[in-house]
């Protein structure tokens, strides 16, 4: 994956967020790797982003709720305001990406 498509599908899961609803308990986990997240991206951690990202997708909601369990409810305010601050982040420029360098191998020109 490139880090466009990285940072995209990043985005998009923070978008999505903002209209899950889940137990106050998921919240708190939720919270814990939005902190994870803001680091790997202050330290631009690539494979750190990558595996918080994927952390943080499993924890959004399912679609069979069993009967007798914890309510949900939506993202709490500071959720939401760290999302946005996250999804800002993500939206600044990119650095271009390098091309791949092609190896000189010596058959070059036959």
């Given amino acids: ?3 466009f498509d990285l940072v995209a599908s990043t985005r998009s899961t923070l978008l999505d967020l903002q ?24 330290r631009s951690d690539t494979q750190a982003l990558r595996s918080t990202r994927i952390l943080l997708e499993l924890c959004g909601p399912v679609r ?5 369990t914890e309510p949900t409810i939506a993202a709490p305010e500071h959720i939401l ?3 946005n601050h996250l999804v800002h982040s993500l939206s600044l ?13 010596g058959d070059a020109g036959r």
Avoid: C, F, K
């Fill in 1 to 3: 994956m490139s880090m």
């Fill in 64 to 68: 069979i709720t069993r009967i007798g």
């Fill in 19 to 42: 209209d899950w609803q889940l137990t106050p308990e998921q919240w708190t986990r939720v919270d814990s790797l939005l902190t994870d997240l803001d680091a790997a991206l202050s």
């Fill in 81 to 83: 305001e760290r999302t």
């Fill in 93 to 105: 420029p990119l650095p271009p990406e390098q091309p791949a360098r092609q190896e000189d191998n």
